[in-house]
């Protein structure tokens, strides 16, 4: 329990900040796979993945509709795969450094 508490006050935390700067970013080339550890600061991401889609997963994962979420494009399918790896992998601060790096460009 301890554990998805933290994740959720994480990934509020992540998200709240990004979604009032209303910056996107795309990376113009593909991945096909999950990215593990400090790549997730320097990959290329592809073209159904942004860092702060990635955060935004998070918060909808577990705390939103995921199905309505993906219905609607607020995310990516590819986008929730990578949060679930984050949330699992504990990294999601990384998503969240790369999601205020890719903001600031």
Known sequence: MGRRTSAITIALACVLPL???ACASGVPTETTSIIEGNDILTADLGA???AKGVVLAAVVLVAGDVEKALDEGTVSAAEVAAAREAIEAGNL???RQRAE???AQ
């Open 19 to 21: 979604s009032l700067s």
């Open 48 to 50: 159904t993945v942004t």
């Open 93 to 95: 601060d990384l998503w």
């Open 101 to 103: 790096a890719d903001g």
